[in-house]
């Protein structure tokens, strides 16, 4: 079984300051991880995935994230917030074995103040 | 390259009326997904078709809910009768499984209200 947890249902931050978003996740296998934004009335868009190469993972807009397996994190991040990222990000975690089976958290609402 | 189509993206019923749902996988994509997304919440899976084969329903409330894929390209999604709490947003996804590890891909969803 795998779980998925965000960390802070709601976050803020100023254009131009750090973005961290938070997600740890639980899985009894090697996972796979995925982050995607999902933009009002959008379907979700994905981000980034983790595939057990690369722990620092690089993807689209200027996000990264991290996978420390001793934290069973899999955080986030953009040096400098713009606008256009005010968004709602979801983390989610499959299994490598059955990487169908996508679970996803429950999401974390960043709004970007000017 | 197109991605995945759904239609319509917003439907409004009364409760007990019949409602469909119709999606369009990306083109060479032989799984596909139907989630619905509750208000604040990430997607959950309804079903999940290999081809025409649905592999994974074991979420989907089969007294009310049923999918076909017919010819393992386009799906469509049924409710009837409608509740009041089927309504979500539903979203479709495909992915290749000749590929590692099987990156979903989106549609933009379908919005239900049900009244």
């Known amino acids: 079984a795998q779980s998925v947890t965000q960390l802070g249902s709601h976050v803020s931050v100023s254009e131009g300051a750090l973005v961290l978003l938070r997600c740890n996740y639980s899985?009894?296998?090697?996972?796979?991880l995925f982050w995607y934004v999902q933009y009002p009335n959008q379907g979700l868009q994905l981000l980034l995935k983790?595939?057990?190469?690369?722990?620092l993972v690089k993807g689209i807009n200027g996000f990264e994230a991290e996978f420390k397996k001793s934290e069973t994190s899999f955080h986030l991040t953009k040096p400098s917030a713009h606008m256009s990222d005010a968004a709602e990000y979801f983390c989610?975690?499959?299994?490598?074995?059955?990487?169908?089976?996508?679970?996803f958290g429950s999401g974390t609402q960043l709004t970007v103040l000017p | 390259e197109a991605g995945v189509v759904q239609s319509p993206r917003y439907k409004i019923i009364e409760k007990k009326q019949p409602v469909a749902f119709w999606c369009n996988p990306i083109?060479?994509?032989?799984?596909l997904y139907w989630y619905r997304q509750n208000l604040g919440q990430g997607p959950e899976l309804l079903i999940r078709?290999?081809?025409?084969?649905?592999?994974?329903d074991s979420q989907l409330p089969k007294d009310r809910f049923s999918a076909e894929r017919l010819k393992g390209v386009d799906s469509t999604l049924k409710i009837q009768p409608a509740e009041l709490g089927d309504s979500a947003v539903y979203l479709c996804?495909?992915?290749?499984?000749?590929?590692?590890?099987?990156?979903?891909?989106f549609g933009p969803g379908t919005r239900l209200l049900v009244l």
């Open positions: 996804a495909s992915s290749f499984s000749g590929t590692s590890p099987h990156t979903q891909y």
């Open positions: 989610a975690v499959s299994a490598a074995g059955s990487a169908r089976q996508l679970t």
């Open positions: 083109s060479g994509h032989n799984t």
């Open positions: 983790y595939t057990s190469a690369a722990t």
């Open positions: 078709y290999e081809n025409e084969e649905a592999v994974d």
């Open positions: 899985s009894s296998v090697p996972p796979y």
